[in-house]
């Protein structure tokens, strides 16, 4: 699914109006009912006093509408208008006019006023600023945000965006920005809710449906994207009924030292469990018995060093291979890295691990990554690899830039890994969990990008098929034995699972 900028979500309002000939106040009113109906099905709201905080533009004008509904419905509401801004737009004053009709407790806070007594037992609404704010708050809101935030309340539930978030650019000042518990967004979410440097500010996020147009969304042109059950469903082959193993690939997983064969079991059986039709996988001899023994049905090839890869050796037909998981930094290793691919590799290609280090401390081999190969780096890699970065934006925008300049994908391990493409486009995953914060976690992902480009999908959709399902497999596990309990095999065990899902 796409991800809008500002100017684009204006016009897709815009056209939803337009194309049903409705007000916007009309359209306002569709907002606040959505938000409604997600706070009746999810927060005990005859029990629980709510404070609705409500500035003085179109957002505020849909905090008004869903304090009014919340009202009608027997919730026990305070409202304050928020004078934040100089400019009341029409549509705050048309709810402000209809909510006077009603005995709701109605306070006005503007600036220099003593910041007022919060029940910090209530729900919060947070409908202060929209997503047109483009520049920082002044002190005074600053000092109060800072309040909101100090306060602890059952719940902080964001109309659209937390209150001082920007969502085209870096908020240089984070003090400005309400802390949201939910996040309730309209139709497509906003860039920075997945971005490391906002998840204190998001928390939940949850699209709501408000009537915009698919036929007008399908014409928007967009650089940022987000990875979804519905996109995976669309893209996933579905098998024939007189294939066979040859049918879905063979791949191979070069890597493995003394001590690190762990690595490779967990990459070759997540390989394996992800669909590919045949796996050899290429080891040091040390770790033959280990292969042998813990996973009957890949080949093994081994090097002919004991302790460490010497030589990578591929044999004839394969159509995918990945590299670096538990390989190690031996002199040796570093070689063999560097003779395989100054021989320009053209088969399909995953770089992770000690591959990447390797590749971070000889630069010039970037250059003979093949096109469309994909690296894997978590964020320490990828500092070593293209340096640092102020922020969020500028860590994307350098992705985009070496994306584009090597002609390769970057899967960028995170809560929501990011896939940066050749052509400057960005998906972020949406599937995964903290409990997924554990040794072994990334070769599995390796394992199952290695299978999927083995089985003829493209590096994008191997990239996006190996991020959805990976992190949904760990959904699964975390729901069955908890994040804390949570293990690297918990992670392959469930892809059958994942894989039923879709």
Sequence with gaps: MKI?????IIKADQYCLDYESISSIELMERAAK???????????????????LAGNGNNGGDGLSLAKMLYLCGAKISVYIINITNHCSNEFIINKNKILKYKIELKILSEKDKFPSLNRKSYLIDAILGIGINRPINKYWKHFFHFINEKKFQSVISIDIPSGLFIEKNNENFEGIIKATHTLTFEVP?????????????GQFHLLKIGWKKNYLDKIDTK???????????IKKKRKKFSHKGSYG????????????????????ASVKSGIGKLSVYI?????????????EVIVITDIKKYWISKILIPNKINAIGIGMGMGKHPKTVYALE????KKQKIPMVIDADAINILSNKLELLDFLPQDCILTPHPKEFYRLFGSWKNDYQKIDILKKMSNKYKIFILLKGAHTIISTPNGDIYFNTTGNPGMATAGSGDILSGMIVSFLSQGYSSLKSCMMGVYLHGLSGDIASKKLSEESMSAIDIINYIGKAFLKI
């Design 284 to 296: 040091p001899s040390c770790g033959y018995q280990i292969i042998q023994s813990v996973i009957s």
């Design 34 to 52: 959505s938000c409604f109906n997600w706070i009746i099905k999810n927060k005990k709201f005859r029990k629980i006093p709510f404070i609705v």
């Design 190 to 202: 906003k860039l920075p809710f997945f971005l490391p440097d906002y998840a204190d500010y998001i």
């Design 250 to 269: 063979h791949g191979m997983i070069v890597g493995g030292s003394y001590g690190m064969m762990g690595s490779i079991v967990l990459s070759a059986k």
């Design 4 to 8: 809008l900028s500002l100017n684009q």
């Design 339 to 342: 003779s395989f691919l100054l």
């Design 224 to 234: 940022n994207f987000y990875i979804d059950n519905i996109y995976i469903k669309s």
